[in-house]
């Protein structure tokens, strides 16, 4: 009955006993033990095989999960970079005579304003400007031209600076003087017939345009103001990509800088 509940392999293999001396039953016996011990070997090479690729898998996977995306993202911002120099180059071609902003062609871009939805005009002034200028449908853009007239105040009043500039015809005298520290901190502009007074960061009324008090200089020797006349287009989402490129001409013979946002 033990015999009987034996697998094929070790009845074949007592079967023997009775015919071949025992020195080959134990050959019969090793060779046998040596298949069974092989076949776990194969088995442990071959899950140790399977996990080590399994690791490189993992490995290739996660880096290009982390590489590629980079890779795409300054690929994107390249191009918009590239795309918002495009702008500037025609803008600028629109914008300029010679070393000048030409008036006529300032005066027609000023008619676009901050994008308004619902607002026809506004979307019809920003529609038109944006064919002007080549950009695509899907892309968007903002445009701001400020100049920045430096008043030399190399003039001596008492403690006091002072210096000239024409606006419009209109000549007028600033005048520097420190009101909270040892320092120079306020001006005072005067047309002859009023003055008006105000410290860094306030604002001016030249000729009926609003000027702001950009810097003064601690030692009195001058004052930087700004004026912005351009502000055309989108808001740029807060989110998101975009590219700035500023350029620079003169105007009025003041320094003025063209900002374009491209999106």
Request: with cysteine; glycine share 6%; charged share 20%.
């Amino acid at each position: 009955m033990y015999d009987a509940c034996l697998s094929n392999k070790e009845s074949w293999k007592y079967s023997l006993v009775g015919v071949f001396p025992s020195f080959f039953i134990d050959i019969i016996n090793f060779i046998y033990d040596k298949k069974k011990q092989r076949k776990a070997q194969i088995s442990i090479e071959f899950i140790a095989g399977f996990g080590l690729f399994m690791m490189v898998v993992t490995y290739i996977i996660y880096t290009s999960m982390m590489v590629f995306p980079k890779y795409f993202d300054e690929s994107n911002e390249n191009a918009i970079r590239e795309e918002s120099w495009t702008l500037s180059v025609e803008v600028m071609n629109y914008l300029k005579n010679g070393t000048d902003v030409d008036n006529l062609s300032l005066d027609s871009l000023s008619r676009c304003t901050i994008y308004h939805q619902f607002d026809a005009s506004s979307k019809a002034n920003y529609s038109y400007f944006k064919n002007l200028f080549n950009v695509d449908e899907s892309n968007d853009f903002r445009i701001t031209i400020k100049s920045n007239p430096i008043v030399i105040t190399d003039n001596v009043r008492g403690h006091n600076k002072t210096g000239n500039m024409t606006v419009e015809g209109t000549d007028y005298e600033f005048e520097l003087f420190n009101a909270t520290s040892l320092q120079y901190d306020s001006v005072s502009v005067s047309d002859g017939a009023t003055v008006v007074i105000s410290d860094e960061n306030g604002t001016v009324q030249l000729s009926g345009d609003t000027f702001s008090v950009e810097k003064i200089d601690s030692r009195g020797k001058f004052v930087i103001l700004g004026i912005e006349f351009i502000d055309c287009g989108k808001y740029a989402p807060i989110r998101g990509m975009s590219s700035k490129t500023t350029r620079f001409v003169t105007y009025n013979n003041w320094i003025t800088s063209i900002d374009m946002v491209y999106w």
